[in-house]
């Protein structure tokens, strides 16, 4: 029995280790690949190939000067903005209001028509990207900001209203009936009450949107096909040759492209955090 006693504190404080130590892997795996991309960006090619992973023999500055200071790199940024900015407000507002309808509007096939918008959680968008192309086609929208815009929306419905619905439904009811008491129409309840109080999955909403499109490869390259309007991930092939590629150059560019969604996440980490676990519990 003592012995017992005595290995149970022992138990106890191998835990938080057991548990420290597993995010320090975690964390590990996660951060070694993004550290490696931004060194290797400082590095020329011969040192890259011979020490991939260590700090540059020689930082070579100019890597990351000379993609700032073309008109290239700020018009492939320009690009990707205007259509992740697109995707994100179009998203948001649709998304939000339809699942404030599923949620407060009780109307024949609710039911059925929230779980056949669920359903587009089980198709990537590649699987019908031959279709969605002859579309797009058909409606005049290639080499079209909108011809990657609205695919984007219409893909990223599905999620972001099951995220708005079980947020909303969170919301205490006494609100709602309160304000129908009060002459607020549905309208006004959702624009000046709702959505005051729905910061954080407005928040976690538009970052996962933001960041999918920001990295959105496919479809930018079937629909667009002048260069001026290439995205971020379609200009990584400017620094890809017919027999060789100057990796230390694409990953310079890798760590400029992908710093708006990297601070864009942690700006809005707290809201993520109380978005995504909103609906976890119900209190």
């Known amino acids: 029995m003592t012995s017992h006693d005595s290995s149970a504190p022992k138990s106890a404080a191998m835990s938080p280790v057991v548990r420290y130590a597993a995010l320090f892997l975690v964390a590990g795996l996660v951060l070694i690949p993004l550290v490696a991309t931004v060194l290797g960006g400082f590095k020329t ?10 700090f540059p023999a020689q930082w070579e500055w100019r890597n990351y000067w000379d993609i700032l200071g073309g008109s290239r790199y700020w018009q492939l940024m320009g690009n ?16 939000a209001m339809a699942a404030f309808v599923f949620v407060h509007i009780q109307f024949f096939g609710s039911t059925f028509l929230v779980n ?13 990207i031959l279709p969605l192309f002859i579309q797009i086609r058909d409606l005049g929208l290639l ?36 304000a129908l008491i009060d002459g607020c129409g ?3 309840f959702f624009w000046h009450i709702v959505l005051p109080l729905s910061r954080p999955i407005l928040a976690t909403v538009a970052v996962i949107v933001f960041v999918h499109s920001w990295n959105s490869y496919l479809l930018p390259l079937v629909v667009f096909n002048r260069e001026t309007l ?7 092939m400017a620094y890809q040759g017919e027999f060789s ?11 400029l492209t992908i710093l708006p969604a990297v601070i864009m996440f942690f ?13 976890s519990v119900k209190g």
């Not at 090619?45 to 260590?54: A, Q």
């Open 45 to 54: 090619l011969g040192d890259l190939r011979v020490n991939p992973f260590g």
């Open 80 to 95: 990707s903005a205007v259509i992740a900015v697109l995707t994100v407000i179009l998203t948001v507002m649709v998304s």
């Open 116 to 128: 056949y918008l669920l359903l587009g959680l089980m198709f990537p968008a590649a699987t019908a």
């Open 143 to 178: 080499d079209n900001y909108w011809g990657v815009v609205l695919p984007q929306v219409a893909f990223g419905l599905a999620s972001s209203i099951l995220l708005f619905r079980n947020y909303f439904k969170q919301l205490p009811a006494e609100l709602f009936e309160a």
């Open 186 to 188: 549905y309208f006004r």
């Open 230 to 236: 290439y995205t971020w991930p379609l200009g990584i």
């Open 245 to 255: 590629t100057d990796w230390n150059l694409v990953l310079a560019f890798i760590t």
């Open 267 to 279: 700006a809005a980490q707290k809201h993520i955090v109380a978005g995504l676990t909103s609906g």
